[in-house]
């Protein structure tokens, strides 16, 4: 069965430091989101991609934030300079058509800023 | 605006009891989607069922059922006869409306639920 994948598992990094969150979304998939969830807390939202562009993202992707498809399978979140808060699960997902399917998500990247 | 609230923070329960989780959903929306993911102590989330604002109908799977009652915006899911493999957070989660075709998910805050042998 198709799944989403993440890289790495674990990621550990220093304040200031830039990150790179790899996701391969299933492959006939046209939407992906990225999600976090600091430790204990709920899942949040922080941006939707469609057609190589974002579509929605939330007030949380500030400027520091960034994401990207640079080929036809990767998807990736890259926070240019790590703060200490930023330190969470960050959770891939993917969907067929957006809101008319159910979003199928990753086994996540934890994050961990020193 | 839209939210989730799901009341309870954690249940716990033993072995075969039948165990109900609220949710509570706001929305000024007329057509939007409602979702439930498990997370298990590994830590994925699994996706358990999507249902969209115009079907009311009640929908069982196994041991699974939800209820769905748009005149008190609640989605309750319902395990019976409960198992430890049951142990996990559930999440409850809304999609805004139809418009907004990205269809970001909006979760409450989750029930951890304990299944004691």
């Known amino acids: 069965e198709p799944e989403v994948t993440q890289t790495p598992s674990h990621q550990v990094t220093q304040m200031g430091q830039e990150v790179i969150l790899r996701c391969v979304p299933i492959s006939n998939h046209l939407y992906f989101y990225w999600y976090r969830q600091i430790l204990g807390q709920k899942v949040e939202f922080l941006v939707s991609?469609?057609?190589?562009?974002?579509?929605?993202k939330s007030e949380i992707f500030d400027d520091q934030f960034s994401v990207e498809r640079p080929d036809g399978s990767n998807f990736t979140l890259k926070i240019r300079s790590t703060k200490l808060e930023d330190s969470a699960m960050y959770f891939c997902?993917?969907?067929?058509?957006?809101?008319?399917?159910?979003?199928?998500f990753g086994p996540g990247t934890r994050l961990t800023v020193l | 605006a839209q939210k989730v609230t799901q009341a309870q923070t954690e249940i716990s329960v033993v072995e075969k009891e039948d165990v109900t989780l609220d949710c509570v959903y706001e929305t000024r929306d007329t057509t939007y989607y409602l979702f439930w993911y498990k997370q298990p102590p590994s830590g994925e989330l699994v996706f358990l069922i999507r249902?969209?604002?115009?079907?009311?109908q009640n929908e069982i799977s196994g041991r699974y059922s939800w209820n769905f009652q748009k005149s008190t915006s609640s989605f309750n899911f319902t395990i019976t006869a409960s198992q430890v493999v049951d142990s996990a957070v559930y999440f409850c989660a809304l999609t805004p409306p139809i418009y907004n075709q990205g269809g970001k998910l909006i979760f409450g805050q989750g029930t951890e639920l304990s299944v004691k042998p």
């Open positions: 997902a993917s969907s067929v058509t957006g809101i008319y399917n159910e979003q199928f």
């Open positions: 249902r969209n604002s115009f079907d009311e």
């Open positions: 991609f469609y057609n190589n562009e974002i579509s929605e």
